[in-house]
Structure formats: structure tokens, C-alpha cells
Nanobody
Framework: VQLQASGGGLVQAGASLRLSCVVS????????MGWFRQAPGKEREFVAT????????SYVDSVKGRFTVSRDNAKNTVYLQMNSLKYEDTAVYYC?????????????????????WGQGTLVTVSS
């Protein structure tokens, strides 16, 4: 399973970006997908997760109401729509895939739950 994230860039505070993650896998429906980020000098943190159908989503509190995670299983692609970006959203964003095991959202908020990771895409928000 290979993941390729894209869509990062340099934007001003208040702007929007949409990240994409293309997953090279036979059936994306077999995986829960997550987005994580790592800011300079900080540990990688959970951002959002989405279940196989797209109906179940979960977000870190700091992005609720601004970020939306979605997926298109037919295109093997997961998205992260980021609106009202803030300086503190500056980070390398990683997408990750976890085999569906029937666990709750809490399980998929943990980095250790994911077996496959993309290379990351840099988002820089200027204040």
C-alpha cells in the first residue's frame, strides 16, 4: 500500500487549501484513513480520521469547524479541505491508512493504529 499526499503550499492566514491523498491499494473501502501533522519542533499529532464509507469522521478540537475530511473510494483518494487557515496550522501533513478492524474513532486517532503512511505535504500559513 502506497500513499501520495499533495496539495500543500504557502498561503496567507484565512485562506483555504485542499490536500489530496491517493492510495495505491486494491480496495480503499478496507481502510480507515487519517490525517496527521507535524509542526516544526513538535511531535506529530492527529488531525482527522474517516471511516470506510465517509459517514464516520473525527477531528482534533483545534480544527473542528474549519477542516473537513472526505473520501472517494472509487478514486482511491482521501481529501482534507482546510478553510480559515491559521498560522498555527503550519506543518507537514501526512495521510495514513489503517486496516478496518471495527474499532471506535478513538482507536483511529492514534498514530500507532496506522500501518501505512504517505510522505507528507508541507502547508505554510503566513500571518
Amino acid at each position: 500500500v502506497q500513499l501520495q499526499a499533495s496539495g500543500g503550499g504557502l498561503v496567507q492566514a484565512g485562506a483555504s487549501l485542499r490536500l489530496s491523498c491517493v492510495v495505491s491499494v486494491g480496495t480503499l473501502r478496507n481502510y480507515a484513513m487519517g490525517w496527521f501533522r507535524q509542526a516544526p519542533g513538535k511531535e506529530r499529532e492527529f488531525v482527522a480520521t474517516i471511516g470506510w464509507s465517509g459517514e464516520s469522521t473525527s477531528y482534533v478540537d483545534s480544527v473542528k469547524g474549519r477542516f473537513t475530511v472526505s473520501r472517494d473510494n472509487a478514486k482511491n483518494t482521501v481529501y482534507l479541505q482546510m478553510n480559515s487557515l491559521k498560522y498555527e496550522d503550519t506543518a507537514v501533513y501526512y495521510c495514513a491508512a489503517a486496516p478496518l478492524l471495527g474499532y471506535s474513532d478513538a482507536y483511529y486517532r492514534k498514530m500507532a493504529s496506522y500501518d501505512y503512511w504517505g510522505q507528507g505535504t508541507l502547508v505554510t500559513v503566513s500571518s
